[in-house]
């Protein structure tokens, strides 16, 4: 199974803040991190399935996994250490399929760090074992928030540096640019809290010419109507904020409409946590999980569930 670090322990005053939305506690732990960029962090172990099988060495890992052995990535699965590869079939290619894995608030393990944090369980999986069409080229985009929910911080896995926008159309334009001029783009879109809502106000923006292949949204908070200092409120009162237990509200109903996925919009949800929650969206596929624990663990289970993962990868 995908093992999760645990958070590591904060003072008060740093879990009020940083948790307030808890659209991802603390990211990626220090023992034996994910990095996306291919620079070993740790020792390496043997790919494990979702149910912690090992899988077979000839299992792909660049290609795709077998729909029997989805691999669970290593450090070096995503990318050289320097990238080369990745840049070279980048400008070579003519076809891109596009990974847009967004995180939510405080999802940040160091906003001068993008690609480290816990969105890269999801966001490596899927790169390693999503099945690209014939000459098509897989990229990797981690998006996640810092303390500051009006900045975003982003990067591509295959470039080094990372950038920062102040809003989504601005993250929109970098990645329409970024991915322009190639003769076909397909995109999967991921957002988890916070940042299910940034890709619901992502998609419409992405260039018309793009496909959207999948759009998947994780326990979706709007960070307009459950800001973190609503929610630090919540958690003194006790008593629930409505737009902190509801699926996003305030996007127009026109700009919902943009969104048509190739493959129906799955939407998914959890009401275990009575303070924190995303509700059913109309006109898409919604699914109701349940996850157990203390506190915000039901909010967080979806970027923990390595099954999920492997249900996210199977709608590709």
């Not at 060495?57 to 450090?75: F, H, L, Q, R, Y």
């Not at 109507?225 to 026109?254: H, K, N, Y």
């Not at 969206?281 to 993962?309: A, C, M, W």
Request: aromatic share 6%; proline share 9%; hydrophobic share 35%.
């Amino acid at each position: 199974m995908v093992v999760v670090p645990k958070p590591r322990l904060r003072n008060l005053t740093e879990v009020l803040v940083l948790l307030a939305l808890a659209g991802i506690l603390s990211s990626c732990g220090k023992d034996d991190p994910v990095d996306l960029r291919g620079q070993s962090a740790g020792n390496d172990q043997a790919s494990l399935d979702p149910s912690g099988n090992p899988v077979s060495a000839t299992s792909p890992t660049s290609s795709g996994g077998s729909e029997k052995n989805p691999v669970i990535p290593s450090s070096s699965s995503s990318r050289s250490s320097e990238g080369d590869d990745d840049v070279a079939s980048l400008e070579k290619s003519e076809k891109v399929l596009a990974l847009l894995v967004l995180g939510g608030y405080t999802s940040c393990d160091d906003p001068e760090t993008p690609l480290d944090q816990a969105m890269t369980e999801i966001g490596g999986f899927l790169k390693a074992n999503v099945k690209p069409e014939s000459g098509e080229t897989k990229l990797l985009f981690l998006s996640c928030y810092g303390t500051d929910p009006n900045k975003i911080h982003f990067s591509w896995d295959h470039q080094p540096k990372h950038g920062a926008a102040p809003s989504v159309e601005e993250m929109a334009k970098f990645i329409n640019t970024s991915l322009k001029g190639h003769h076909s783009v397909r995109i999967g879109l991921v957002g988890h809290s916070y940042g299910g809502w940034t890709a619901m106000k992502l998609a419409p923006l992405l260039d018309p010419q793009f496909k959207l292949h999948v759009m998947v949204t994780l326990d979706p908070i709007s960070k307009v109507e459950c800001t973190p200092q609503g929610f630090i409120d919540v958690l003194f009162s006790g008593i629930p904020q409505p737009g902190c237990v509801r699926a996003p509200r305030d996007i127009s109903q026109p700009n919902l409409d943009k969104i048509k996925p190739a493959k129906p919009w799955v939407n998914y949800y959890q009401t275990n946590y009575n303070l924190l929650h995303s509700s059913p969206i109309d006109q898409v596929k919604n699914i109701q999980k349940s996850y157990t624990g203390p506190d915000f663990e039901p909010h967080l289970g979806f970027i923990r569930d390595p099954k999920l993962f492997q249900e996210i990868w199977e709608l590709f």
